[in-house]
């Protein structure tokens, strides 16, 4: 595999022997010193054209725990403020010595206009409304662990709820989750829903509460929408929101998950510490786990995971 740019392009087999890979990733973190060799004389860049905490971060963190060499560029700080076009900025930092970009752009379709720049591997960070295979990895390593399957996730029933039209984590997650063998039911008022849906949807949460495994929460995109597409946040809350009583409505073992960042008291009103199903941190915690498996991928071919 060369590139990580969407999970479709994946496909099923890269997706089960990645989450499998990140099972060794995992007990790696768990050692006193998490470090492996695998990646020595590698170089990572990240090439950040829009904000991220957990992406970036963990990205770096994963790059180094495989000793590889790493290098952030984050777009506030760079010539790009002087005019230098997206082109003329791959090219100059493939010249220091790349092996992997990690990009994420507000636009749609850039990991694969890069591709065509650079011999580097690609690997997409998020690109506009469109994809966030990384994401989609660490959800459903993050289920399947915290489900205590192995292999696919069949039978497992996901609702995602929220914004889902400008929502690139949702369009990796029903690739990845439906590839891998789960029910997915998107909940979204009319005005948050893609033209054409890749999975049955409602607009009743209530509906669904009662009857899901994984109840997977998304953020309202307000920076990605040009008009207003619910009448106000206190209804969207009212009737999409994670309640105490919707909370309490949930099947026993039903885990609660979300991307972040959250909107506190918008998409959730209870406190994720108090709902036992919660399993936001572990999300985070995988994505480190995750990355490094995708990395190792990219760039280990034929180098071992020695300690
Ligand atoms: N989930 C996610 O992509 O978070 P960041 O925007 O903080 O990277």
């Known amino acids: 595999m060369k590139h990580l740019r ?56 994963a790059a180094k725990r495989l000793s590889a060499d790493v290098m952030t560029f984050t777009v506030k700080d760079s010539s790009v403020n002087k005019g230098e076009s997206l082109r003329d900025t791959i090219e100059t930092v493939a010249a220091m010595g ?27 960070g998020g690109d506009g409304w469109h994809a966030h295979p990384t994401q989609a990895l660490l959800d459903a390593y993050t289920v399947r662990s915290a489900l205590g399957r192995s292999g696919g996730l069949d039978g497992v029933h996901i609702a995602i709820v929220g914004d889902i039209r400008h929502s690139r984590v949702a369009r990796s997650d029903v690739e990845a989750f439906t590839m891998l063998g789960a029910d997915v039911t998107l909940v979204a008022p ?21 009857k899901v495994d994984v109840l997977y929460l998304l953020r309202m995109q307000r920076e990605r929408m040009t008009e207003a597409l619910v009448p106000s946040l206190r209804e969207y809350s009212t009737r999409y929101g994670l309640t105490p009583e919707r909370a309490a409505r949930l099947q026993e073992h039903a885990l609660v998950m979300h991307p972040g960042p959250m909107n506190r008291g918008v998409e959730i009103l209870v406190d994720p510490a108090e709902l036992p199903g919660a399993v936001i941190t572990q999300q985070v915690t995988n994505g480190v786990a995750v990355r490094m498996a995708v990395l190792f991928e990219l760039l280990g071919a034929g180098s071992g995971l020695t300690s």
């Open 98 to 124: 790349v092996d992997a970009f990690v990009i994420r752009h507000r636009s749609s379709g850039v990991p694969w206009q890069v591709s065509a720049w650079t011999t580097a591997s690609i690997i997409n």
């Open 190 to 210: 009319a005005t948050l829903l893609p033209p054409v849906a890749s999975a049955p949807t409602t607009d009743d949460l209530d509906s669904v509460i009662e």
């Open 6 to 61: 969407s999970i479709a392009e994946a496909g099923p087999e890269a997706l089960i022997r990645l989450l499998d890979h990140t099972d060794t990733m995992v007990e790696v973190n768990e050692r006193p010193v998490p470090k492996v060799p695998a990646l020595r004389g590698k170089t990572v860049c990240n090439l950040f054209f829009e904000d991220s905490t957990r992406t970036r971060l963990s990205f770096e963190t």
